[in-house]
C-alpha cells in the first residue's frame, strides 16, 4: 500500500494563476482532510470529507475550493492564488475512529 | 475558539537525557494526541489517549491525559538521535474521525551531538 499521496510534492505560482492539488489514498477510508501548516503554527483545517460526494469547511476555507468526486481522491483547488497562500499543505485520511494518516505534504510557495 | 498551548517551543538536550513537553487548553477535549513529524515529511501518530487520567506508553515514549481533560504531557526517556523532530499534541473533541481536531504549535526537539 501506498498509503497518502499527495502531487506535486513543490509549486511555485504566480499570484492569480490557479493549481489544484492531488491527494490520493488506497485504505479505503472514508475521511479526508486537507490542512496547511504554516512556520511556528500548528496544522490548520481547510476543508475536510466524510465520504464520496460530501465535503464540508474547516477553520481556513477562505480562497479553497475541494471536490471528492471518487473515494479515494480529494481535490484542492485554489482558483486565484495570492502570497498568503504560501504554505506546505497535507492531505491526511482515516476511517471512522482511527487514527488519521497524513500524506508527505505539498510545499507551495505563491510569488 | 479553542487553543492549544504548546511548550516548549524548542529543546535542545543531550543525547540520553529525558524529554518533557505539555499541552495545555481552556476547553476540555475528549481525545488527546500526539504526532511527530520529521523534516520533509507529514505527522505520524505516536500516541492517542481517550480517558481522563490515562497513561499510555510507546517504547520509550510515555502520554498522560490529564485529569481535568484540559492538558496532556509527553515523555521521551533516554533519547537518541532519532527522537529528532517537530512534536505536536492535538486535542479532539469527540471519539470519532468527524471530531474537530486542535493543533498545538509543536515543539522543535533537537539533540546536541
Known amino acids: 500500500n501506498a498509503g497518502v499521496t499527495q502531487t506535486p510534492k513543490f509549486r511555485v505560482l504566480k499570484t492569480g494563476q490557479s493549481m489544484t492539488l492531488l491527494c490520493a489514498q488506497d485504505?479505503?477510508?472514508?475521511?479526508m482532510y486537507w490542512y496547511r501548516q504554516d512556520p511556528g503554527m500548528g496544522l490548520r483545517l481547510i476543508h475536510y470529507s466524510v465520504g464520496e460526494g460530501t465535503t464540508a469547511k474547516g477553520e481556513v476555507p477562505d480562497g479553497y475550493n475541494v471536490s471528492r468526486l471518487k473515494k479515494q481522491n480529494f481535490l484542492l483547488g485554489l482558483e486565484s492564488a495570492a502570497p498568503s497562500q504560501t504554505s506546505v499543505y497535507f492531505c491526511?485520511?482515516?476511517?471512522?475512529?482511527?487514527?488519521?494518516?497524513f500524506g508527505p505534504g505539498t510545499r507551495l510557495t505563491v510569488l | 475558539g479553542q487553543q492549544l498551548n504548546q511548550s516548549p517551543q524548542s529543546m535542545f538536550i543531550q543525547e540520553g537525557e529525558d524529554v518533557s513537553m505539555n499541552c495545555t487548553s481552556s476547553s476540555i477535549f475528549n481525545t488527546w494526541l500526539w504526532y511527530k513529524q520529521d523534516p520533509g515529511e507529514g505527522p505520524v501518530l505516536l500516541i492517542a489517549?481517550?480517558?481522563?487520567?490515562e497513561l499510555t506508553s510507546n517504547g520509550r515514549l510515555t502520554a498522560q491525559f490529564g485529569i481535568t481533560r484540559k492538558d496532556s504531557f509527553l515523555n521521551i526517556s533516554a533519547s537518541i538521535p532519532s527522537d529528532v523532530g517537530i512534536y505536536f499534541c492535538?486535542?479532539?473533541?469527540?471519539?470519532?474521525?468527524?471530531?474537530?481536531?486542535?493543533f498545538g504549535s509543536g515543539t522543535r526537539l533537537s539533540i546536541r551531538p
Open positions: 492535538a486535542g479532539q473533541l469527540g471519539y470519532s474521525s468527524a471530531s474537530k481536531i486542535i
Open positions: 485504505m479505503n477510508h472514508e475521511y
Open positions: 491526511a485520511s482515516s476511517s471512522t475512529y482511527n487514527e488519521q494518516f
Open positions: 489517549l481517550y480517558k481522563a487520567g
